[in-house]
């Protein structure tokens, strides 16, 4: 099993930034191949924020290119999603997700990140 923690969600002024953490416990984190950030809005469907493989390769949703970055430690097992010049759309919930081998996906408890004036 794999055990997520995330942290750094809060509420933030539009324009702002915020920095998500999650950080991964358990067995096989050797065997991890990607790492991800979810988010969902209410009433809306889950949906794919950014990913990062093991061999570094990143991917983003059209709505965050050029305002998200997401990185990775894999000695500390940690994702990161570096988020600025935030929109009152950006709301949500935001969950890590990762990939262990290419069958076993974990979610972490989610994160709320709401942006707001």
């Known amino acids: 099993q794999v055990q997520l923690v995330e942290s750094g969600g809060g509420l933030v002024q539009p324009g702002g930034s915020l920095r998500l953490s999650c950080a991964a416990s358990?067995?096989?984190?050797?065997?991890?191949?990607?790492m991800a950030w979810h988010r969902q809005a209410p009433g809306m469907q889950r949906e794919l924020v950014a990913d990062i493989t093991s061999g570094g390769s990143t991917n983003y949703a059209d709505s965050v290119k050029g305002r998200f970055t997401i990185s990775s430690d894999k000695a500390k097992n940690t994702v990161h999603l570096q988020m600025s010049n935030l929109k009152p759309e950006d709301t949500a919930v935001y969950y890590c997700n990762v990939r262990r081998g290419f069958r076993d996906y974990y979610w972490g408890q989610g994160t709320q990140v709401t942006v707001s004036s």
């Open positions: 358990g067995s096989g984190l050797t065997a991890i191949t990607r």
